[in-house]
C-alpha cells in the first residue's frame, strides 16, 4: 500500500475519489472547516476519518451528479429492486 503524499501543484482532472480521500494530503472544503475550528481537531480528523453516514453519502452523490455529471453512471447506478432506488455502483446492500 503505498503511503499518503502531497500532490504537485495544478489542476487535476478524473482522479479517482478513493485516491482523492485516501492518497492524497491537500486541503479540500472540509479540510477548511476543521481547520478554521482548529488546527490540531483539522489533524486529528485528517488522521483518524469518521465513517460515511447515509446523509454523506447523499451529499456525495449530489456532488457528483451536478458537478461531474460525466462521472455520475460509473459511480453510481440504479437498482429498481431497492426501495432507496440507487446505490455506489459496486455496493453490497
Given amino acids: 500500500d503505498e503511503p499518503r503524499y502531497i500532490p504537485d501543484a495544478g489542476r487535476y482532472e478524473g482522479i479517482d475519489e478513493d485516491h482523492y480521500r485516501g492518497k ?26 469518521g465513517k460515511s453516514t447515509t446523509a454523506m453519502d447523499f451529499g456525495t452523490a449530489t456532488h457528483s451528479i451536478l458537478l461531474e455529471p460525466e462521472r455520475f453512471d460509473q459511480i453510481y447506478s440504479l437498482d429498481p429492486m431497492s426501495p432507496e432506488g440507487g446505490y455506489p455502483a459496486g455496493c453490497v446492500i
Fill in 24 to 49: 492524497w494530503i491537500a486541503l479540500n472544503n472540509s479540510t477548511l472547516s476543521d481547520l478554521k475550528r482548529s488546527p490540531s481537531y483539522c489533524r486529528h480528523r485528517m488522521d483518524t476519518p
